[in-house]
């Protein structure tokens, strides 16, 4: 096992475990049989998924061995939702396995089949150790998974390497953005023509971000920071179009990931203010993934291949215009920073020493932290698994330490949605989020040209009428052009641009009148 596998195979704890959770819904019925046969023909493709963790003493390094009792009937599980068998029961059951350790006597993963999703769907509950690989390996194999039309090609083997539909996960965009570091980071230490110099300027460059890693203070104390427990929830937003993302985008000044990360901001604060905790000026810090290893890679290699930057989040900035603008240039200034690459070392040099040693430095790094925030540009078109057509796909990266909060913000298929893990002590109503997440999007959308200002553009989450404009709860004339929005009509006659809640007529907002 290498040494960053093994630095976070250490960070395990009851009240905060390494496993990397993802919930995929399909519009047809799929068997647990079905998905065994495609888990057997191709995640055991992988020897990895054979193997199970042989941990060493208190000064031998852990190693990865064949699991001599191998019993795939115990990883590929079915699993019930309780009546009506919808989105809340679904998010339930996701929160309960989040909230479980994995078996250490056994490969690391598991899948949880539910059959009857919404009557005529199915879902499947991955949950795979993050020892095993990065998020960005594990969104890859869970795409080999599946394909690109209904029928699977004989023999198991996709049509196409699916995998390689990903654009990119968690921060890749910027990491493709940038290779300044990232790439001369691992190359130029193998170049020798280098010169003195060059060397020189980074060692000093490095020195300065070690400086700025160990020279932050503590984040701070606000309602997502204390005490964890062992309990989680796991929620997701409904589908947003990502069309208006990039639409926002061009129109504002910024990339789909300034404009998401300017969104999810805003819904923090928003939360903070109901929590009298929203002060101008504020910020905390959220750890983004930044994939140092191309997606082109072939074969997919098993392992953790990505670093760390650490994003302050404008939080107390309340014009979402002006967020996105300090969260741009707070990006543009880390694209060109080593501080990803660095991290990874320091994860590596710290996988090589033992729990006593690496404990204290992730907890030190952690008191810096509120969150982790992770974006996945997934794939661009329908993919089917067994030949049932996949909905919904979201993922959580875990949170190590004492960081309770995790966000997840992925594009599928046209669509983007919002996933979040919290620690149920400390956000015990995340669904409050999610609402923010809608206005604060909503917010920014209203700025598009030829789009009427919304009445909850400029409201704040903690006045009761905010968002519903003095909406009236009956449809909006519009609609039935526009089934899939909130169908309440709001003071200005217009329909509400948010979308309506799953197999509802009104959003959150406007559900309860």
């Known amino acids: 096992m290498s040494n960053v596998d093994a630095a976070w195979l250490r960070m395990e704890e009851l009240e905060n475990q390494m496993t990397i959770t993802a919930v995929l819904t399909f519009s047809a019925p799929l068997s647990r049989a079905d998905v065994r046969r495609v888990v057997e023909e191709r995640l055991l493709a992988f020897d990895r998924f054979r193997q199970r963790v042989r941990r060493g003493g208190a000064f031998r390094h852990p190693r990865w061995a064949p699991d001599p009792h191998f019993d795939l009937d115990h990883h590929v599980r079915a699993a019930e939702l309780p009546a009506p068998g919808g989105k809340a029961e679904l998010q339930e059951l996701a929160s309960r396995l989040m909230s479980r350790p994995l078996d250490f006597s056994r490969p690391l993963w598991t899948f949880h089949v539910v059959e009857g999703y919404r009557d005529e769907g199915s879902a499947v509950i991955a ?131 300034d404009v998401l990360l300017t969104t999810v901001t805003g819904a923090l604060g928003r939360y903070l203010e109901r929590h009298g ?41 309340r014009d979402p215009v002006e967020r996105l603008r300090l969260l741009r240039r707070r990006m543009d200034r880390l694209k060109s920073s080593p501080e990803a690459p660095i991290l990874l070392g320091v994860l590596a040099a710290v996988g090589g020493t033992t729990r006593s040693v690496e404990d204290p430095i992730v907890r030190f790094l952690a008191r810096k932290l509120t969150a982790v925030a992770t974006n996945v540009p997934g794939p661009r078109q329908t993919l089917y698994l067994a030949g049932a057509p996949l909905e919904t796909l979201m993922a959580w990266v875990p949170q190590a330490g004492r960081v309770g909060l995790g ?29 923010a997440f809608y206005r604060e999007f909503d917010a920014l959308r209203s700025r598009l040209p030829g789009r009427p200002d919304e009445e909850d553009s400029g409201a704040e989450a903690g006045d009761e009428d905010a968002g519903d404009g003095g909406a009236v709860m009956q449809p909006s004339p519009a609609a039935q052009d526009s089934p899939d929005r909130c169908q309440a009509t709001t003071k200005a006659g217009t329909q509400c641009k948010l979308p309506a809640q799953d197999d509802a007529r009104f959003c959150h907002v406007h559900e309860n009148g």
């Open 127 to 257: 949950r795979l150790h993050h020892c095993i690989a990065d998020g960005v390996t594990l969104v890859r194999v869970l795409l080999s998974l599946t394909d690109a039309t209904p029928e699977a090609p004989p023999g198991g083997a996709p049509g196409e390497d699916m995998a390689d539909a990903l654009p990119g996960v968690g921060a890749r965009t910027e990491a493709d953005e940038t290779p300044s570091w990232t790439q001369r980071l691992t190359s130029a230490l193998k170049r020798a023509g280098r010169t003195s110099a060059q060397l020189a300027r980074g060692v000093a460059r490095g020195a300065r971000v070690l400086g700025k890693l160990a020279w932050p203070s503590t984040d701070p104390d606000t309602v997502f920071r204390g005490e964890l427990g062992r309990r989680k929830n796991a929620v997701w937003s409904d589908a947003l179009p990502l069309d208006d993302v990039k639409a926002i985008g061009r129109t504002l000044g910024g990339t789909v990931n």
């Open 277 to 317: 905790q929203r002060a101008p000026g504020l910020d905390v810090r959220a750890a983004v993934p930044v994939n140092l290893r191309p997606l082109t890679d072939a074969p997919l290699q098993m392992g953790n291949g990505f670093g760390l930057v650490f994003l302050a989040l404008p939080v107390g900035t």
């Open 407 to 435: 966000v997840s913000v992925i594009s599928y298929d046209g669509d983007v949605r919002l996933g979040l893990a919290t620690d149920a002590g400390l956000v015990s109503d995340p669904d409050t989020l999610i609402d």
